[in-house]
């Protein structure tokens, strides 16, 4: 008796949970593989296996760890994809623009103190906010994201919700651009 398909898709908290992480883990090298897929994928631990580079177990703990933790979510039917913007780092306001709630500032900085984007901002805020990244002072709520040799900070006035699809779209973004810490450049 065979069990019916099912079909995988990063989910947006996973942006937020695995991208904050400088080191490497196989969830996290599984959902980067994950994020930068066009449309969803079966739950097939052995081509996924054969895809990443893992042994099927890994492959298995990792989906096990990724769905608990909320990071994928699984479908019975393969879900409409989501469609991703081409543009590289010139979409990026555009990004934060979606991501942002009403009347929230946010703000992406490199780790060098430049800010790359920002939505609600003064420019004297976004030179003050850009050169504080990083330094766990100031109002903002700061989420250093890890990409190969890269950390950028995504800044928030507020909380960042962690269902908002616009997370995928940033992480995606920063992630073909930057590259992975697992997998080095991921541009192709």
């Known amino acids: 008796m065979s069990t019916a398909p099912s079909w995988l898709i990063a989910h947006p908290v996973g ?8 080191e490497h883990s196989d969830e996290r090298a599984l959902f980067e593989h994950l994020l930068l897929r066009d449309d969803a994928t079966r739950t097939d631990a052995q081509a996924l296996a054969r895809s990443t580079g893992q042994n099927r177990s890994t492959v298995a703990r ?12 699984v479908h019975v039917e393969p879900p409409t994809p989501f469609i991703y913007r081409k543009g590289g780092l010139a979409c990026l306001q555009a990004d934060l623009l979606e991501l942002a709630q009403p009347g929230q500032k946010l703000l992406l900085a490199n780790h060098e103190g430049f800010c790359l984007a920002s939505v609600g901002c003064t420019r004297y805020e976004e030179f003050v906010l850009a050169a504080a990244a990083g330094s766990a002072k100031g109002t903002m709520h700061d989420h250093a994201l890890h990409f190969a040799n890269h950390r950028i900070h995504l800044m928030a006035s507020r ?4 269902r908002n699809p ?23």
């Open 159 to 162: 909380p960042i919700d962690g």
């Open 62 to 73: 990792a989906l096990f760890a990724l769905v608990r933790s909320e990071s994928l979510s």
């Open 15 to 22: 942006v937020l949970t695995w991208l904050l992480h400088a």
């Open 166 to 188: 616009a997370l995928l779209q940033l992480g995606r973004r920063l992630l073909v651009f930057y590259g992975s810490p697992t997998y080095g450049d991921t541009r192709s």
